[in-house]
């Protein structure tokens, strides 16, 4: 017998803003790889709240069949001052450069753009040390300035 399906917690949405100047490395042998720095940013939830420091980034990899595969690190600085390492791999498709301008003109809807990460938490502080024992996954949107996260603890 199977077993049940895990349930899913909300712990935060936070919002990633990116610097628009991209570090383009063209084709490589593994793909059209680009690094898009994080500028700052907000986390807003129940449990976890604060903000996005400037500094992490994501290291993407565009493959061969159109799908970007994010690799990004970053920091939560909590309300009350706790650092957060967050790491997180994740794929985006179906990806174009123009994907933002494709969903405002309409020509495809958030519900067709396959956009999920799974991240993971890392801190030394006592009141968040609960961070490093749990999985979770987050389901990505573009924004204005940047991409926002809805992220689930998995039960």
């Not at 498709?93 to 999920?116: A, K």
Request: proline letters at 5%; a negative charge; hydrophobic letters at 40%.
């Amino acid at each position: 017998m199977p077993a049940t399906p895990p349930g899913l917690r909300h712990l935060c949405r936070y919002e990633a803003f990116l610097d628009p100047a991209v570090q383009a490395f063209g084709t490589t042998p593994f793909g059209r790889r680009t690094t898009v720095l994080i500028t700052g940013g907000t986390v807003e939830g129940e449990r976890l709240q604060g903000k996005l420091l400037p500094g992490g980034g994501d290291w993407a990899l565009v493959d061969t069949q159109g799908i970007l595969h994010l690799d990004v690190r970053a920091t939560f600085c909590t309300h009350d001052d706790a650092l957060i390492h967050v790491t997180y791999r994740g794929l985006l498709h179906p990806y174009s450069r123009d994907l933002r301008q494709r969903i405002e003109s309409g020509e495809l809807s958030e519900e067709q753009v396959y956009f999920r990460t799974a991240p993971r938490f890392e801190t030394s502080a006592d009141r968040y040390t609960w961070l490093n024992g749990i999985l979770a996954v987050a389901v990505g949107h573009l924004t204005a300035s940047g991409v926002a996260y809805d992220v689930f603890e998995v039960m």
